[in-house]
């Protein structure tokens, strides 16, 4: 009998019991039960068809937009050497010993890798000969997650397996194929390293990424004769048993070179992905995968990569960079190197303001160990984010995404190709003669709109092309001093309070919460 028949018989039996007003209750309630259920299976059994207007009408999880700070973890062989020239990327290591050629900031022979890796290990050492050497033993996984906890991060994406092939999981895919131990389950640490990450981040609210590269350098099938089998044979097995064992809520791919949607069978995967895996409601992926054969950006969000973080877009996007020029650590980058602490801030607020998200890069040692500069400039965004995390997390741009002083906005920062994390200070609070500066920076939420300020005014600020209602309410985050202001014609005129050195709620970046403006 169905749930509709047996109500009602139910229905008939009870008002023959003279129990009709009861009866009504029960069955209105029995209905919305079954409608219930039915909504909730419709919803599971969504299906995404192998095309780009039905894999791209899934709704992006709003988790990826709200959590606006992610921590970029690149840890693998080439956090044993830790070592590039300076602007460069050290996780390539392996590409740069082998093909005695440099990318990056900077003018290079090609064989600084090459003569430093000679020089250091030998000629008759080669880079797989790295893999017992990364042994991982100071590796805390639990430290680590709340280190990433203290940074206010909302999610961590591990470099599960980087272009040199090498699994931080058992895979056995990149054993056989590589044919010797090549995941750190057989060699080296000995361990599951992502199991433990994944373990450790699952006791806390922060969401678990998992990068994962397409390019293999040297893998014997990664041959434009051979990738059909190498898609089927490795790629796919792999990825699909990365997330069968882990269940990530975010897909990090990286590297496809410059193959097709058709090859990578893209479409296939987001198919499957978004309509039958155990994360199809969950999980968010970015948007390098491919390729795409229609010449557009396919994903749940766009990936930019050391940019000056000035761009916007009509969906969620994400601007990754580390805080040095490397995403791997790098021991030859020295203290100028690094960003500071309020370059961090700036660049946090710069691309939330324009609706992105940050994805800040750092580089563990090979034993494991985040270096002390790192840990402390993860502190320090996470303090400031404990006082003005309001006016980033669950946010959304703006009208306006800054206001400008007067001068010129065209300022190029320096560098061939990757931008500097403190370039933002040029453009904020130490501007070459002529140029303009953002003198502040907008988001949004509910009713209220967020100010932040790189400096702290002496007296007062100007909120330009803001209009007050009967209800606006102006506030200084993390302090209970009265905010004076005024609207004059167009702009709204903010008196600031007066404080001392200890009474200052944060460094680096001040929020007026401004709250029902029209």
């Known amino acids: 009998m169905s749930v509709q028949a047996s109500l009602n018989f139910l229905f008939k039996f009870l008002r023959r019991l003279s129990m009709y007003r009861f009866i009504k209750k029960i069955r209105r309630i029995g209905f919305s039960i079954v409608l219930g259920l039915t909504t909730i299976t419709a919803f599971t059994q969504q299906s995404y068809k192998q095309d780009w207007s039905s894999i791209d009408s899934r709704p992006v999880p709003v ?36 093909n005695k050629t440099l990318f990056g900031n900077g003018d290079f022979t090609g064989t600084e890798i ?13 880079y797989a000969d790295f893999a017992r050497m990364f042994k991982a033993q100071d590796y805390n996984a639990d430290e680590w997650a709340a280190l990433f906890e203290k940074a206010g991060a909302k999610y961590i994406v591990l470099t599960t397996k980087h272009h040199d092939g090498f699994a931080l999981w058992p895979s056995k895919e990149a ?22 990450y994944v373990k450790a981040l699952r006791k806390t609210d922060i969401k678990v990424g998992c990068y994962f590269s397409c390019r293999e350098w040297d ?61 199809k409601d ?74 992105g998200n940050l994805l800040l890069g750092i580089g563990p040692t090979a034993n494991g160990k985040i270096p002390p500069i790192m840990q402390e400039r993860l502190i320090q965004i996470g303090e400031w984010l404990k006082v003005n995390g309001e006016a980033i997390y669950g946010t959304r741009r703006w009208k306006n995404t800054s206001q400008w002083s007067a001068g010129n906005r065209n300022w190029k920062p320096e560098g061939k190709y990757y931008v500097s994390g403190n370039a933002i200070l040029k453009q904020t609070i130490d501007p070459d003669p002529g140029y303009a500066i953002q003198e502040v920076f907008f988001t949004a939420k509910g009713n209220s709109v967020y100010a932040i300020l790189p400096k702290y005014p002496k007296d007062k600020i100007v909120l330009k092309n ?36 200890d009474e200052l709620p944060c460094d680096y970046a001040w929020t007026l919460k401004i709250e029902y403006v029209k």
């Open 63 to 98: 988790w990826f937009e709200d959590a606006k700070l992610g921590i970029f973890v690149h840890w693998g062989l080439y956090s044993v050497p830790a070592w590039s020239p300076k602007g460069t990327y050290s996780e390539w290591y392996k590409y740069w010993l082998d």
């Open 114 to 126: 090459y003569d430093y890796h000679t020089k250091t290990y030998g000629k008759d050492f080669i």
């Open 175 to 196: 054993s056989r194929d590589y044919g010797r131990p090549w995941n750190s389950v057989e060699i080296g640490a000995k361990r599951d390293l992502v199991g433990e």
């Open 219 to 279: 893998n014997p099938l990664y041959h434009p004769e051979t990738m059909n089998v190498f898609v089927d044979r490795h790629f796919y097995p792999q990825l699909k048993d990365l997330i069968d064992r882990y269940k990530p809520d975010l897909l990090w791919a990286d590297g496809p070179d410059d193959i097709s949607d058709t090859v990578w069978k893209t479409k296939e995967f987001l198919s499957w992905l978004y309509s039958e895996s155990a994360v």
């Open 282 to 355: 969950s999980v968010v992926v970015n948007d390098r995968w491919a390729k795409y054969s229609d010449g557009k950006k396919h994903g749940d969000y766009y990936t930019r990569e050391y940019s000056a973080g000035d761009a916007q877009f009509d969906k969620p996007w994400e601007e990754c960079r580390g805080m040095g020029f490397s995403f791997g650590y790098n021991r030859n980058e020295d203290l100028e190197d690094y960003s500071s602490p309020q370059a961090l801030v700036l660049t946090l607020v710069n691309v939330v303001s324009r609706g």
């Open 466 to 501: 803001i209009y007050s209602t009967a209800k606006t309410k102006v506030t200084l985050l993390g302090s209970d001093k009265e905010v004076k202001w005024e609207q004059k014609e167009n702009d709204i005129h903010v008196i600031m309070p007066e404080l001392s050195f």
